[in-house]
């Protein structure tokens, strides 16, 4: 079968246009996405260690695993408007080569600084790769189909934080420095396939026209960003991924804390949490916006996540925990990929510069809800829950009143 042949049952599956796209491309885009995700899966369980090593404490840990998400937010917007003019092969490849550069420089890292430093580097460079695929995403999908190919890369994403962990541990045993090591060859050896046979998905004409009517990042076109069309839904995505990043910052010590939980419970608790993510993004993403909308999608998962919040609470044995671990996510899976996908349909802006400001906002999230988070944590275990149930219910409301069919 030739590539510009995709059978029915593909295309209904996925969703994705014809005439635009094919077998290939997706794959070699999702490949290209699952490197850099799956590379941030595998480090994760070996900065602990590596902090440790080096003689650092816990708060700088945290300031370790904040950054990246800091750096996303700041550079997002700018690879994504840089797309808009040149292209999103391009950025993609440099989004690839230098996150390649930069955990090739964090295994040969030897002091605090140097890891801070390439955290940082390694967020600016890896969101070039993120925003320029979801704007890949938003050239090559019809609206309809649109939430679907979101979907698949936030399968993608899922899969990369539930095997990277295990992959790097793995790796780990021998030496910490061996997934960083791992991760920077397996981005260039994605980078090498996306050069050589990934097509541009714009036209030298939409280069033309977004060249006229895109910029760089600044200050000022964030607020016309935030005040425009898709300003609702780049609140939403922040306050969203602020809300539901609180299950996720605390839940190790909230099960430990509340039900003695160790490592191997929890493990196999966001095991399954996991799992539904990625089966639920891949697979059923694309049938509930196209049967459902977006703009349902979203206040169902806001209204049932805030719910499964509640339930978590009540949850007091093994069994009851998993249920409700896992109504959260299934619950909240649609969120992000229903809210990148309306916003791609309402912009009025280039594709590349809204997903990346709508990338952008969602690290931002991921960078405040986790800090928060924290903070209340000490207060009381259960107020990270409760909180998030509240910031759900708020944002649910938003989205009545102000979020409209177009």
Not at 59 to 88: H, K, M, N, Q, Y
Not at 114 to 129: C, D, E, K, N, P
Request: hydrophobic content about 50%.
């Amino acid at each position: 079968m030739s590539d510009e042949v995709i059978s029915t049952d593909y295309r209904l599956m996925i969703g994705f246009n014809m005439k635009t796209t094919n077998r290939r491309n997706l794959l070699l885009l999702v490949s290209s996405l699952l490197v850099v995700m799956l590379g941030f899966g595998m480090v994760i369980p070996v900065f602990p260690f590596l902090i440790e090593k080096l003689g650092a404490s816990g708060s700088v840990l945290g300031i370790l695993i904040a950054t990246s998400a800091f750096t996303e937010f700041i550079f997002g917007p700018f690879w994504g408007s840089l797309s808009d003019r040149v292209g999103r092969k391009p950025i993609l490849m440099v989004g690839l080569f230098g996150y390649a550069l930069s955990m090739f420089l964090f295994g040969i890292a030897s002091e605090i600084w140097m890891l801070i430093t390439f955290r940082a580097l390694s967020g600016v460079l890896s969101s070039a790769a993120i925003a320029t695929t979801m704007a890949y995403i938003g050239d090559s999908t019809s609206e309809k189909a649109r939430g679907g190919g979101m979907g698949i890369l936030g399968a993608v994403g899922g899969a990369g934080t539930v095997i990277g962990p295990g992959i790097g541990g793995l790796l780990a045993g021998g030496s910490l420095s061996t997934p960083f090591f791992v991760s920077a060859s397996l981005a260039m050896i994605s980078l090498l396939f996306v050069g050589f046979f990934l097509p541009e998905s714009l036209a030298p004409g939409a280069l033309t026209r977004q060249h006229k009517n895109t910029s760089f990042f600044h200050f000022p076109n964030l607020w016309s960003a935030l005040t425009g069309p898709i300003g609702l839904f780049l609140l939403i995505a922040f306050l969203a991924t602020f809300g539901t990043s609180n299950f996720d910052a605390v839940f190790g010590l909230y099960m430990l804390r509340k039900l003695g939980y160790g490592p191997e419970q929890v493990g196999g608790i966001l095991t399954l949490v996991g799992t539904i993510a990625l089966v639920c993004r891949g697979l059923l993403t694309g049938i509930v916006t196209a049967h459902w909308g977006e703009i349902k999608v979203i206040r169902t998962s806001l209204i049932a996540g805030g719910i499964a919040f509640i339930l978590l609470l009540l949850a007091n044995t093994y069994t009851a925990v998993l249920l409700t671990t896992g109504l959260f996510t299934f619950s909240i899976t649609f969120l992000r990929p229903s809210i990148h996908s309306i916003t791609s349909k309402r912009t009025a802006i280039g594709q590349g510069a809204s997903m990346g400001l709508s990338n952008s906002f969602v690290s931002l999230g991921r960078m405040a809800g986790p800090i928060f988070a924290g903070v209340i944590f000490d207060i009381n275990p259960n107020f990270p829950y409760l909180s998030g149930a509240v910031i759900l219910s708020c944002v649910f409301v938003i989205s009545l009143i102000w979020l409209k069919e177009k």
